[in-house]
């Protein structure tokens, strides 16, 4: 049972900030929140994770509140590339904890 | 950043036939490999966890004699779907996980398999 919640589609102009919301409302203080990708038939690719902070690297920012109840992943300038099936997961990042999957939302870039 | 192949990155065989799928960490040694399988417009299913030297752990639902794991190294794990249906028609995906210290996992690029 996923511990995310995140809306199924959403579309975004080219060139604007694309803002993608989850829900994890029953993280733990041990949970990480992750981000990967999936663009059409090939395997997801890392994005980002945090703990409580704001992160950012050179592919999107992750907002995180304070309450750490949810999070937003942010992709400033939209490229087409970006296309994708957008997965956010909570993992405590010790032990063996495995990666599980949502639904993710499926991200569009529009022209 | 770490890099993990998988071979072949498409097969087609017939209704009965077994084939073998592999899944390599190219630049560092991985622990830990999991297997997952994606129907499509499905999400990622976790299918078994496998680690060096050790038999591998399958998910509720998942049966260990059809679907094969081998993880004889810290660089190959290899997958082998025995007796495939067409219903085992799907896109395996396999990712590693490094040593003692390195918690995060690295996804192949996912082999798509067709059972004529």
């Known amino acids: 049972d996923a511990k995310t919640t995140q809306p199924t589609s959403m579309d975004c102009a080219e060139g604007r900030a694309a803002n993608l919301p989850c829900n994890h409302s029953?993280?733990?203080?041990?949970?990480?929140v992750y981000w990967y990708r999936q663009i059409h038939s090939q395997g997801p690719q890392y994005i980002i994770h945090?703990?409580?902070n704001n992160e950012t690297n050179e592919m999107a920012s992750l907002i995180i509140t304070e309450d750490r109840k949810s999070s937003t992943l942010i992709l400033p300038h939209a490229t087409l590339r970006d296309t994708a099936v957008y997965y956010c997961i909570v993992r405590a990042i010790f032990g063996n904890e495995k990666l599980t999957f949502g639904t993710g939302t499926r991200l569009t870039i529009i022209p | 950043g770490a890099v993990v192949s998988q071979h072949p990155s498409w097969v087609i065989c017939k209704s009965g036939t077994s084939v073998k799928i592999e899944c390599r960490s190219l630049d560092f040694q991985a622990t830990t490999m999991f297997w997952y399988r994606q129907f499509p417009k499905q999400s990622l299913m976790l299918m078994a966890t496998s680690n060096e030297g050790s038999k591998a752990t399958y998910e509720q639902g998942v049966e260990k004699d059809k679907f094969l794991i081998n993880h004889a190294s810290l660089t190959l794990s290899t997958l082998t779907v025995t007796s495939a249906h067409p219903e085992d028609s799907s896109f395996y995906i396999c990712?590693?996980?490094?040593?003692?210290?390195?918690?995060?996992?690295?996804f192949g690029p996912g082999t798509r398999l067709t059972v004529t």
């Open positions: 945090g703990l409580k």
């Open positions: 990712s590693a996980r490094g040593g003692t210290g390195s918690y995060e996992q690295y």
């Open positions: 029953t993280i733990s203080g041990n949970e990480y």
